[in-house]
């Protein structure tokens, strides 16, 4: 674990442990965490998930649906599985869009140079998304992020990833459309993403 030096307003410093990905793995083998905990590894931090409800649920599942039968075999459809963003985060982004591999990531998680697309679905879990995996995703060179946001039928997209952040973000409404950068070909109605 590697430690985090917090200064507190009355001076005094705290060390906090940072996880890396391999300790954060070995409490799963030990049993301390298990395969049913709703965690994921974000910066060193072990962070509870938001319970996914059934209107987020349905989205997964339409847009799994969606891309599956559009990219046929041309990349793979992974739905709330681990990615690998370095030694601290490892990430269970709702669906990402992966390079084919035979052995279909067998023996490793994917990493940011497998990823063509990452897509979140945020109702009750938008500021997070927003505000906590997107720029992780941004500082990892994931090149195209989708945050289908359910609360306000919208669709954002994000490319041109820096340390920074993403440099364009683009708002698109229910009746526009959305191609994903590394399937310009494909045109998906943001209305049929966001079920409406």
Known sequence: MRAEQTKLKSDMELSIHRFTVDEYHSLSETGILHEDDNVELIEGRIVD??????KHASCVNRIIE???DKLQKAAIVSSQNPIYLGEHSEPEPD?????RKDDFYRNKHP????????IEIADAS???DK???IPLYAKAGIQEV????LLENTIETYRSPSIDGYKIITRISPAETASP???PDIIIKAGELLGI
């Open 95 to 99: 669906i990402a869009v992966l390079k």
């Open 49 to 54: 998930m938001v319970p996914i409800g059934s």
């Open 66 to 68: 969606l891309f599956a």
């Open 131 to 133: 505000f906590i995996k």
């Open 126 to 128: 938008l500021e997070y």
């Open 111 to 118: 990493s940011s140079q497998d990823i063509f697309l990452i």
């Open 146 to 149: 989708w945050l289908i946001n």
């Open 181 to 183: 950068l590394s399937f």
